[in-house]
């Protein structure tokens, strides 16, 4: 089957998604080490200390559903608060950090709010689950200190919508930063990254998961979305400023980042 975009009309391509990521829901931690080695959790920890929390924070992480990027700021913004806990002069800390987790998928909100009670979490009040749309979201405008979204921009079906959405519902001063698979430039990488992406993962896919179609689309979901150059104009075109991006490992994945002034 291909599952080329052309092939596919929008109607048929959000339910696929929703189709893909409630088969691989309960494979998806092992997958993601299998897939990227254990890296994706170094990236994630790489965007999280470019987001720089701080406690009282209203945080808005967007197709978040295993909570990932969640806990990673919930655990920073909590060793912020134990460090300044000698410092009585450091009122900020009354405030009480929010960070919603957003994400289309309830298969998905049930693996992180089931890693939450793993974590010791499940009855932090900070962590606030929401199934919901990036194209569409539920919260108010000018409501949000940062929002992040990882691994989750690919799939969507609009991405200007799910930026527009961004932009919305950050505070003036607010951050947004996007961590996602990209473009991978530099010469014989690409080719060995190519025959990884194309060959390997869907035959892990299949040997793992008993799933190469949802795998396969992964795939070509990759090749499909714009590089860095034109995801960062689209960011600007959403009313950004200071956009940027940083590859890691060559492009394979890029964090891209824009202020809402
Ligand atoms: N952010 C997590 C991580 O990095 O481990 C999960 C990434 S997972 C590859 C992609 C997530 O995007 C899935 O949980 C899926 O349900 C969600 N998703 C897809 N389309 C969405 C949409 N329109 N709105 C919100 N979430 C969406």
Redesign the pocket.
Known sequence: TSFGFKEVREEEKSQM?SNV?SNVASNYDLM?DLMSGGLHRLW?DRLVCKLNPFPGMKHLD?????G??AFRILETVNSIKYRALQDPLNDNLQEETQIYV????PN?LNVGKKRAIERGLGEDKSLVWVE????ALSFEDCSMDGYTI???IR??THIEKVLAEAYRVLKRGGRFLCLELSHVEVPIFKDLYDYYSFSIIPAVGELVAGDRESYQYLVESIRRFPNQEKFASMIADAGFQKVEYENLVGGVVAIHSGLKF
């Open positions: 998604v990521f993601n994630k967007v197709a978040g559903g295993t990932d990027v957003c994400d289309i998928n998905m919901g749309d990036a194209e990882a691994f989750g799939n969507v």
